[in-house]
């Protein structure tokens, strides 16, 4: 069978261009993915290019390693030359190789969000900054920002006294993260793209070698990202590039859809190719789609079409709590296993992380395996962290945020007095912690000695051993399992520190030949240990760390075990799934409260439900809950937006519309998911002799439209109740003269 045996004429024409630049603009489930890794195939298979020739690029680690098993399946050959990766993943493999060009140690540690806040809060602290007045993730996110557009302090014009004075506080972070051998994301990007436009040779050497470059959701890349690629491009090399304007939802992370229009005046791209046939979904949830989308102002504007059929309908529920809705989903899921889908079949998407909890809670209590991608981030857990922090300071003494992050952690008695004393003496000495440590004196000094002779024991003990169990030596030897063992809900955690163990198993086995392993040892030059064996300067373990770094938690369900897939419909960009939920579909929370008071953020947030939306193929279930627990506080929703700009055609509601009653009878099979709905009620019967209405009802007002209850107050005439509007907002109302009715 020929590679091009499965492509309509389009895709064809795309797949098979001369090497040329190609920008392919098309819809969700078009093929643009597809068309892609034929590409590379047959540019391969045709001898136009030997893998080594091959940089594609992709937005996650999924996708990356989706790619890469597409290729493999499509060509017998060895994919390892190939460059697949993120942008920070290639950066990363880039830095590593050439740590000594690009000025930074070949440990270098990459930070991730919270890690850089850290710093950037150090960094204050040493320089005396009022943090009322410079809040540590407003200077992070103005550092971030510059650094993504490509600037560096010296490059960012003040225009007064406190621009002046965050200037200068980026310089100082950045100067503190040299000085300790540190990497934020953003840095991985410029620092590599920096070094490719100073260092000529390095240039040479890559245009030379990436014929060409592939690049996947062309639509969310940001600035820099696009001069970088124009970089390796050179003059020779040939870009082919695929995305959609409408599936554009990193705006906040500086994503530019002006890179599409940029990359075809620029480069004057001769083949524009636009691909209109959707092979993913049934009609009615592409018919779905396309209506949603088309309430935003701001497209290219495409027509997407599909030969399947109609298909099933879009199925609502509307439940009374986010934990009924997670129970709810749980339930589903069951009988759609029963019907014959696997879990693997099937998806739940939600817009925000906290919201991962309660359906994780409710599939758990069910027994159905599920894996949580991207967002929960195991490794971003406090335990992992903590571990990692040690592991960090095995590989570099000097890494000051790995060793504050410890040096008391489990508490051994080193009291804030004498850390502070420490930092003092190192900024004195314009030394690491680690070494001002060593001639510190006093109560101070032969107390952070035991930490220092810990970490010295400990680097003595994992010398020459293979990495799990140097892991493994480290969570026992640093007291992090016994401190856990102690704590009351420590049991959780001590399990998460047990799955770095597995992680490490995992990484020494899985990743050993492939990025960033290999562009560890590559930095070695040649004197690469034996496979997987950690020693102190030991590529094995800063290729772990940066493992670790860049990955979030993939591994819930144990491996090769079929389960259902939770992620934010962030993550789930480029992805498929037979069946998939969308929760949480509430004013506030999707759309995203912070994004409906502009224009362009409230579009954003619909092609953020547009990418959710376009995810199923058979079947798509749409919900939301009346009350959630949100950040601690129990809010009262309406329905989002989203849900009316969908044809009422393609719609099934499983609840009945518009809420307020309920199905008795699902209501006492269902166990008490949640306290809250358990509050809710009491509040809600408690009130029921004064008022008419009752917490959390329905309700619609002439002028102000549909709404909720959330709270009430007095009795008789005096009574009030407060109604959320969605959009018209929160009103006091005065029952006697409002025109309320039950919805
Ligand atoms: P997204 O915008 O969501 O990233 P996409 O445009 O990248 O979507 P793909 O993921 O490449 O789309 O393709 C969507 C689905 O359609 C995949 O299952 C793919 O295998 C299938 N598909 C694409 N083209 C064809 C075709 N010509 N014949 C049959 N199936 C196809
Ligand atoms: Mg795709």
């Known amino acids: 069978m020929s590679l091009l045996d499965h492509l309509n004429p389009e895709q064809l024409a795309a797949v098979t261009l001369p090497n040329q630049h190609a920008l392919i603009l098309a819809g969700a489930g078009s093929g643009k993915t597809r068309v892609l890794t034929t590409r590379i195939a047959w540019l391969v298979q045709t001898g136009n290019v030997s893998p080594m020739g091959i940089l594609a690029v992709t937005f996650t680690n999924k996708a990356a390693r989706e790619m890469l098993t597409r290729i493999s399946a499509m060509l017998p050959i060895n994919t390892r030359g190939m460059w697949v990766g993120t942008f920070h993943g290639l950066c990363n493999r880039m830095l590593r190789a050439h740590h000594r060009e690009a000025g930074l140690p070949q440990l270098f540690h990459i930070l991730d969000t919270q890690d850089q806040l ?4 150090r960094v204050l602290k040493a320089l005396n900054v009022d943090e009322e007045k410079f809040q540590p993730k407003q200077v992070q996110w103005f550092i971030n920002g510059a650094k993504e557009e490509g600037r560096r302090a010296k490059d960012v ?31 991985l990007l410029l620092r590599c793209f920096e070094l490719l436009s100073r260092n000529e040779v390095l240039r040479a050497h890559y245009q030379q070698r990436f014929r060409h470059i592939l690049v996947d959701e062309f639509q969310d890349t940001n600035r820099l990202q696009y001069r970088w690629l124009k970089l390796l491009a050179g003059q020779g090399n040939v870009i082919f590039a695929v995305g959609d304007d409408d599936q554009s939802i990193y705006r906040f992370r500086g994503a530019n859809v002006g890179n599409m229009a940029d990359f075809e005046r620029e480069f004057k791209v001769p083949n524009l190719i636009r691909l209109e046939q959707n092979y993913r979904s ?32 879009v199925r609502i529920y509307e439940a009374q709590s986010d934990g009924y809705e997670a129970h709810w989903i749980a339930g589903e899921v069951q009988s759609l296993v029963g019907e014959g889908y696997t879990r693997g079949d099937i998806a739940v998407l939600y817009r925000s992380n906290a919201q991962s909890r309660v359906i994780e809670h409710a599939l758990f209590s069910a027994g159905i395996p599920y894996r949580v991608y991207g967002g929960l981030r195991f490794f971003e ?104 063992k102690s704590e009351r809900e420590g049991a959780d955690r001590i399990e998460n520190l047990e799955e770095l163990v597995n992680a490490a198993t995992s990484f020494v086995r899985d990743e050993l030949p492939s990025g960033a392993a290999m562009a560890a040892v590559d930095a070695t030059e040649g004197a690469a240990p034996e496979a997987g064996v950690a020693d102190a300067a030991d590529p094995w373990l800063a290729a772990f760390l940066a493992h670790a770094a860049l990955e979030s938690g993939e591994n819930q369900a144990g491996e090769g075990i079929e389960a259902v897939q939770l992620m934010t419909a962030h993550s789930a960009k480029g992805l498929e799934f037979h069946i998939v939920f969308v929760s949480g579909l509430e004013e506030g929370l999707f759309p995203h409260e912070q994004s409906v008071t502009e224009e362009d953020g409230l579009e954003e947030e619909r092609r953020l439900m547009y990418v959710a939306v376009t995810r199923a193929r058979t079947r798509l279930y749409l919900s939301f809950a009346q009350t959630r627990l949100l950040h601690g506080q129990t809010r009262y929703n309406v329905a989002s937006r989203f849900l009316d700009e969908i044809p009422a055609e393609v719609q099934k509601w499983l609840t009945p519309r518009g809420g307020g009653v309920f199905d008795e009878g699902a209501w006492k099979a269902a166990p008490p998911p949640a306290r809250l709905a358990a509050k809710a009620e009491g509040r809600a019967a408690g009130g029921r002799g004064a008022l008419p209405f009752r917490i959390g009802q329905s309700v619609t007002h002439p002028k102000f439209g549909a709404g909720v209850i959330v709270s009430a107050e007095g009795s008789g005439a005096d009574a009030r109740v407060q109604v959320n509007f969605g959009r018209q907002g929160m009103k006091w109302l005065q029952l006697e003269y409002a025109k309320l009715t039950a919805a």
């Not at 850290?118 to 809060?121: E, R, T």
């Not at 790995?402 to 952690?409: E, G, P, Q, W, Y």
Request: hydrophobic share 40%.
């Open 118 to 121: 850290a710093v950037v809060k």
């Open 157 to 187: 014009e003040a225009y007064d006294e406190f621009s002046r004075r965050t200037v200068e506080l980026y310089a100082a972070y950045d100067e503190q993260c040299q000085k300790d051998g540190l990497v934020d994301f953003p840095e």
């Open 282 to 313: 049934h009609g009615n949830i592409l018919n779905a789609a396309n209506a949603l989308i088309s309430h935003n102002r701001r497209r290219l504007g495409k027509n997407l079409w599909t030969a399947a059929g109609e298909g099933e309908p």
């Open 381 to 484: 857990r406090q335990e992992v962290k903590h571990a990692l922090a040690y592991l960090r300071l095995l590989a570099n003494p000097e890494d000051d945020s790995a060793f504050l992050r410890v040096v008391n952690f489990p508490p051994r008695g080193i009291g804030a007095r004498s850390v502070e004393q420490l930092q003092d003496a190192a900024r004195m000495r314009d030394a690491s912690l680690w070494r001002a440590a060593a001639q510190l004196t006093g109560k101070a000094g032969v107390s952070v000695g035991t930490f220092v002779r810990l970490i010295e024991a400990m680097r003595a003990g994992t010398r020459g051993i293979p990495l799990p169990e140097a892991v493994d030596h480290v969570l026992h030897a640093s007291g992090l399992l016994e401190h856990y």
